[in-house]
T-cell receptor, first 112, second 115 residues
C-alpha cells in the first residue's frame, strides 16, 4: 500500500483565496483524521470521519474551514477565505485496526 | 477529558548516550498510549504503542517505553542514541471507550543528538 497520500505538498496563496487540500487514506481504513500543526499550538485535531461521516468537528477553528469525505478513498479540507493565520502544515491520517494512526506527508500552507 | 504532557520541550544529548523522553497523561478511563517520531518535513511515524499486557513495550530503532499506571506515565527510552535519532517525538493517548480512536498529542519533545 502507498500509505496516506496528501496533495498538494506545498501551497502558497494570497489572503482571501480559497484553498483545497486533498487526502487519500489507506485502503480499508474506516477512520480519517485531519490535523493542523503549528509551532505555537502543536498538533491540533480539526475533524475526523468514520465511514465517510463526520464524527467530531469541534476542532475546526471557524466557519471558514470545511471538510468533506464523499467516499472511502477521498477527503478534502477547504479554507475559504484563507487568512495568514491559517499558515500551517495540515496532516491527514487514517486509522488502523488497533487505534494507531498512519499519517501522510502533510500539506504545507503559506497564506501571504 | 484526556490530556498529555511532555515534560521537556528540548533534550540535547551526545551520541551513544542514553536518553529518556518523559510523558505523563491524564484520563478518567483506560487508555492506549503511543509514541510517534517526526523527522524534518515529514509526517509522523509510529515508534511504539501500548494497548495492554506487558508494561514494557519495544518499538522500532531500539526505542522502548514503560507504561506506569500509578504514575500515569509512558516515558520513552533508548540506551544509546545515534545522530539519526535527531527528530521531534510526540506522545499520544487514545481513550479506550472512544470507538473513534481519537488521538490527543502532547506538545512534542525535540531530541537533538550531538557528535
Amino acid at each position: 500500500d502507498a500509505g496516506v497520500i496528501q496533495s498538494p505538498r506545498h501551497e502558497v496563496t494570497e489572503m482571501g483565496q480559497e484553498v483545497t487540500l486533498r487526502c487519500k487514506p489507506i485502503s480499508g481504513h474506516d477512520y480519517l483524521f485531519w490535523y493542523r500543526q503549528t509551532m505555537m499550538r502543536g498538533l491540533e485535531l480539526l475533524i475526523y470521519f468514520n465511514n465517510n461521516v463526520p464524527i467530531d468537528d469541534s476542532g475546526m477553528p471557524e466557519d471558514r474551514f470545511s471538510a468533506k469525505m464523499p467516499n472511502a478513498s477521498f477527503s478534502t479540507l477547504k479554507i475559504q477565505p484563507s487568512e495568514p493565520r491559517d499558515s500551517a502544515v495540515y496532516f491527514c491520517a487514517s486509522r488502523g485496526l488497533t487505534g494507531e494512526l498512519f499519517f501522510g506527508e502533510g500539506s504545507r500552507l503559506t497564506v501571504l | 477529558a484526556q490530556s498529555v504532557t511532555q515534560l521537556d520541550s528540548q533534550v540535547p544529548v551526545f551520541e551513544e548516550a542514553p536518553v529518556e523522553l518523559r510523558c505523563n497523561y491524564s484520563s478518567s478511563v483506560s487508555v492506549y498510549l503511543f509514541w510517534y517520531v517526526q523527522y524534518p518535513n515529514q509526517g509522523l511515524q509510529l515508534l511504539l504503542k501500548y494497548l495492554s499486557g506487558s508494561t514494557l513495550v519495544k518499538g522500532i530503532n531500539g526505542f522502548e517505553a514503560e507504561f506506569n499506571k500509578s504514575q500515569t506515565s509512558f516515558h520513552l527510552r533508548k540506551p544509546s542514541v545515534h545522530i539519526s535519532d535527531t527528530a521531534e517525538y510526540f506522545c499520544a493517548v487514545s481513550d479506550l471507550n472512544n470507538q473513534g480512536g481519537k488521538l490527543i498529542f502532547g506538545q512534542g519533545t525535540e531530541l537533538s543528538v550531538k557528535p
